[in-house]
């Protein structure tokens, strides 16, 4: 129970800060043009969140940790003996780590160097203020409204001449802060 309890905690921190709050980034930029318009800034977020929503019931909530906690446990349970093993949690964390090594080298190159950590970076906490943030109704849960809602909002502040798409100059502009000099996380505190 306790491992699942761990799992659970460190699947809702990632899940929910990479989801919930990254800017319109260009994964969203669906035709390759550098730009992001709001059309195709809105499919991603319905993806990410169709993505989150584990058990397709168009919320994400507490069944959507469990679920994912669950398929988590059954990759991470490789003999599939209800169990994990120590050799398969280390197994499961040297491929974690290989594959953000990949990631790594992809952004910078082969050429080694020290990486920063990715604007999603580990927050503690984190992610639970920015699904608090979201869920605009108080109910503990967060709905498809919500959720694109949200998306909607970072679209406009991020959309700095109002034109309807992110060009790349707005979102290097956004990137040394000029949208407040803060994160998401830091504004709602401070606010």
């Not at 994964?27 to 319905?46: F, W």
């Not at 993806?47 to 397709?56: H, I, V």
């Not at 910078?108 to 999603?120: D, F, I, Q």
């Amino acid at each position: 129970m306790t491992m699942t309890k761990i799992l659970a905690g460190l699947l809702a921190i990632s899940a929910t800060s990479a989801a919930l709050y990254a800017a319109p980034g260009m994964k969203a930029d669906a035709n390759g043009d550098k730009a992001v318009t709001k059309t195709e800034a809105m499919a991603a977020a319905d993806a990410r969140f169709a993505k989150m929503d584990a058990n397709s019931d168009g919320v994400l909530n507490e069944a959507d940790k469990i679920a994912k906690v669950k398929m988590r446990f059954a990759k991470l349970d490789a003999d599939k003996n209800g169990a994990i093993s120590e050799s398969e949690f280390v197994a499961s964390h040297e491929a974690r780590a290989d594959k953000r090594e990949d990631r790594r080298e992809k952004r910078m190159g082969s050429g080694g160097g020290e990486g920063k950590m990715g604007r999603h970076g580990r927050h503690r906490g984190g992610g639970m203020k920015m699904m608090a943030m979201v869920d605009t109704n108080g109910d503990k849960a967060v709905s498809s409204a919500e959720f694109r809602a949200a998306a909607e909002a970072r679209f406009a502040k991020a959309d700095a001449n109002g034109d309807g798409t992110i060009s790349a100059d707005e979102r290097k502009a956004g990137r040394k802060g000029k949208w407040g000099g803060q994160r998401p996380a830091a504004r709602a505190d401070a606010g």
